[in-house]
């Protein structure tokens, strides 16, 4: 073997995985088509809650939000704001920055942390056997690991190679894009406007440049013909009712958006991550957090697997489709939703109600999961029967006894066991101790919350239970 794992593609979920398997202790090489100056497309510019507590339990969310723009409401279509200060969140909103930003920190911690990276180097096709799996490139080399995951987008090479299908339809064609200066700053929201047809939206990078993203709708232009900036203009003030005075686009282009989702996520020695397993609509901003968060729940994952003898971590692996899969589908559901609900012809009444996630809803409780939704905070993977409820969410950011919090605890890459202010490992419930100590950091928590909780290096709860001996597991937190 050449390396543990290759990743193939260093956009953000193949850079976070890579960070995460190089902390674990794996071998891994990233193989990039591009060369290491060319930077990926900047496509991306919203950084959703969740996101930035992945970032934050890797060290790099304190020195992404410095760069970015705090948006803590998002306007659609004139009538619904969906506020995200109340998020229970250290980062209570969206994060404006763009995608490269994301990258440049995830690049610089994969290295740090041992990963090897080929850039100019190109996989075309790839074998596999009971061992491992062998990747050849366009000059003709081959390299040869345990695993490989395809995090190389939306076209992957690797999911061709191995016969995934990638079902699914076109849902927007001709959109416009454009990274712009303005003479007239909007409001300060993340502005969705739909009218006349078309759709119009304008975020802040946070550095004087503005992305705008509109639609024509009655007005259907082929993908080849170059952008002006005055059918820029234009869109906004149909959908805006004000161009804010845009001028110097520094980056103009044309695209369309498919909903597409790999039915599987892993074939034998292979799995898929990110936009090679699942691709939807821009609106709502969540591809680059799901794939982010594709490669949190996989790193820990696959670096566990490959320190079992053979064949023994299968389980563990195959939960990674089990529960990101699911997300997934309900990404494509959701962003779909926006965008129905965004080039509707009907009334806002109708489209309201004929979106199935209900994220264009005036009720509190329905903006609420909305919320939860979009930031990704909500997210929770399936619970066994009759384990704590709190088995499965995301495990919220403690204070520990020491000053730290969990979040930082999690730097480890291992599991964090949190137990109650001067509890000791010998008190900690039976299901809490599964994991081998050396697996695992043993901190204490600081608020005078009693139960212990068993978090999985991605951060959500393992186990959790109560720590007074002799007593059942509690059902509270
Ligand atoms: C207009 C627009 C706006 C968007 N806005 C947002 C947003 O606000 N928030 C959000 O979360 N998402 C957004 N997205 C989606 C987001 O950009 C993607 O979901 C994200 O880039 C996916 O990351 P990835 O790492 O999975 O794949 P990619 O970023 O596509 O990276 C794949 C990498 O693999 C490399 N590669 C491909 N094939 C090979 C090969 N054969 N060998 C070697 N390397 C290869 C490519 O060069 C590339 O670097 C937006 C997308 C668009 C189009």
């Given at each position: 073997m050449d390396t543990d794992v290759i990743v193939v593609g260093a956009g953000p979920t193949g850079l976070l995985l890579a960070g995460d398997l190089a902390t674990a202790g794996t071998r891994v090489t990233v193989v990039e088509?591009?060369?290491?100056e060319l930077s990926n497309l900047t496509r991306a510019f919203a950084v959703h809650a969740r996101s930035l507590e992945v970032l934050d339990a890797r060290g790099l969310a304190d020195e992404l939000v410095a760069k970015g723009r705090p948006v803590r409401s998002v306007q659609l279509f004139e009538k619904l704001t969906i506020d995200l200060?109340?998020?229970?969140?250290?980062?209570p909103y969206v994060l404006v920055t763009p995608q490269y930003e994301v990258e440049r920190l995830l690049r610089r911690r994969a290295e740090a942390a041992g990963a090897v990276f080929r850039y100019d180097t190109e996989v075309t096709s790839l074998t596999q056997d009971d061992a491992g799996v062998t990747a050849t490139t366009a000059d003709g080399s081959h390299l040869r690991a345990r695993y490989l995951v395809g995090t190389?987008?939306?076209?992957s090479t690797v999911r061709a190679a191995v016969g995934i299908p990638f079902p699914g339809r076109a849902v927007i064609r001709s959109m416009v894009l454009a990274d712009v200066r303005l003479a007239r700053e909007p409001a300060d929201t993340l502005t969705v406007a739909a009218a006349n047809d078309s759709l119009g939206f304008i975020a802040p990078f946070g550095d004087g440049w503005y992305r705008f993203i509109g639609w024509h709708g009655n007005r259907s232009v082929s993908e080849d013909e170059p952008v002006e900036l005055d059918e820029v203009r234009s869109i906004a003030r149909a959908?805006?009712?004000?161009?804010?005075?845009?001028?110097?686009?520094r980056f103009l282009s044309r695209f369309h958006a498919d909903e597409r989702q790999a039915?599987?996520?892993?074939?034998g020695r292979v799995l898929l991550a990110g936009d090679a397993a699942h691709v939807h609509s821009p609106a709502g901003g969540l591809g680059m957090n799901t794939g982010m968060q594709d490669a949190a729940n996989l790193g820990w994952k696959l670096a566990a697997t490959l320190r079992?003898?053979?064949?023994?971590g299968a389980e563990l692996l195959d939960s990674y489709e089990a529960e990101r899969h699911p997300v997934g589908r309900q990404v494509l559901r959701a962003s779909g939703g926006i965008l129905r609900a965004a080039t509707s012809r009907g009334p806002f009444a109708t489209i309201a109600g004929t979106?199935?996630?209900?994220?264009?809803?005036?009720a509190a409780p329905i903006r609420r999961r909305a919320a939860g939704f979009i930031s990704a905070l909500g997210v929770a993977y399936p619970r066994p029967h009759?384990?704590?409820?709190?088995?499965g969410t995301r495990a919220r950011d403690l204070p520990l006894e020491g000053g730290a919090r969990l979040a930082e605890a999690l730097r480890a890459g291992r599991f964090v066991l949190v137990a109650r202010?001067?509890?000791?490992?010998?008190?900690?419930p039976a299901a809490l101790g599964e994991v081998d100590p050396a697996e695992r950091v043993l901190t204490r928590r600081a608020?005078?919350?009693a139960t212990a909780l068993l978090v999985?290096?991605?951060?959500?709860?393992a186990a959790a239970g109560l720590l007074t001996p002799g007593r059942r597991q509690s059902r509270h937190r």
């Open positions: 088509k591009r060369p290491a200060a109340d998020l229970p969140s250290r980062f190389d987008g939306a076209r959908t805006l009712h004000d161009d804010f005075g845009m001028t110097e686009p039915p599987t996520y892993r074939s079992l003898p053979d064949g023994v979106i199935g996630v209900g994220i264009v809803s005036r009759g384990a704590h409820p709190l088995v202010a001067g509890a000791s490992a010998p008190d900690l608020d005078g919350g999985r290096p991605d951060g959500y709860v």
